[in-house]
Each structure stands twice: as structure tokens, then as C-alpha cells.
């Protein structure tokens, strides 16, 4: 059964700095893409960054988060990592973490068939 267990989400001043860890288990880690996603209330999931395991490729749509934020995969580990660095209020939002069979493609929601449960993030002004 392909689990995939998101957490590390907090409270955290503007400016701040969080890591989400996205543990994953169930499935041949190194054949997956991964990636982070985002959820404001009454908006629209959105694709934040995603990692093929392959090949450590990585992926992004979201321009806001450039320069900010970094994903990662420990592959020892089944594990991949979210860092959010210089965050602002407006990152403020519940983070999924999510996987597929395969290499990233365009970081889209609609791409990803294994979803875990949310983090929340909360970035105050």
C-alpha cells in the first residue's frame, strides 16, 4: 500500500524558515516523481516543487517560490524534503506531498496518483 506521511508544518514569522518532510512508503521509492503542492482555502490545489527520484531532477510552475525554497530526496531514506526559506504570509497554506510513477512532468496536481495528508503552514506578518 503506497503511503505517504507529510509533516513538519508550524507557526513561523515572516522572514522564517521551515523543512517539510515527506516520508514514503509502499512503493519502489527510486521509480517515483514527488512532489509538493499547496492549498489555500477556496482556492485551487497548486504545484509548489517536484523531484523525480531517478534522478534528482527537479520541477517548478511557481515562480513565487524561486530562490526560496529547495526540494530534496534522501533516496536511503524514502524521504523528501521541503525547505522553505524567507517565507511570507502569503505561503501560508495547507502542503500535500504527492507521488507517481515515473519522472516529473509539469508539477500539476492532476499528474499525481498517491496523495498523503496535509501540513499545515502558517507564516504571520
Known amino acids: 500500500e503506497v503511503q505517504l506521511q507529510a509533516s513538519g508544518g508550524g507557526l513561523v514569522q515572516a522572514g522564517g524558515s521551515l523543512r517539510l518532510s515527506c516520508a514514503a512508503s509502499?512503493?519502489?521509492?527510486?521509480?517515483?516523481?514527488i512532489g509538493w503542492f499547496r492549498q489555500v482555502p477556496g482556492k485551487e490545489r497548486e504545484g509548489v516543487l517536484c523531484?523525480?527520484?531517478?534522478?534528482?531532477?527537479?520541477?517548478s510552475e511557481d515562480y513565487s517560490v524561486k530562490g526560496r525554497f529547495i526540494i530534496s530526496s534522501d533516496n536511503a531514506k524514502n524521504t523528501v524534503y521541503l525547505q522553505m526559506n524567507s517565507l511570507k504570509p502569503e505561503d501560508t497554506a495547507i502542503y500535500y506531498c504527492?507521488?507517481?510513477?515515473?519522472?516529473?512532468?509539469?508539477?500539476?496536481?492532476?499528474?499525481?496518483?498517491?496523495w498523503g495528508q496535509g501540513t499545515l503552514v502558517t507564516v504571520s506578518s
Open positions: 523531484i523525480s527520484n531517478s534522478d534528482g531532477s527537479t520541477y
Open positions: 509502499g512503493f519502489s521509492f527510486d521509480d517515483y516523481a
Open positions: 504527492a507521488a507517481h510513477i515515473g519522472t516529473v512532468v509539469k508539477c500539476r496536481p492532476g499528474e499525481y496518483d498517491y
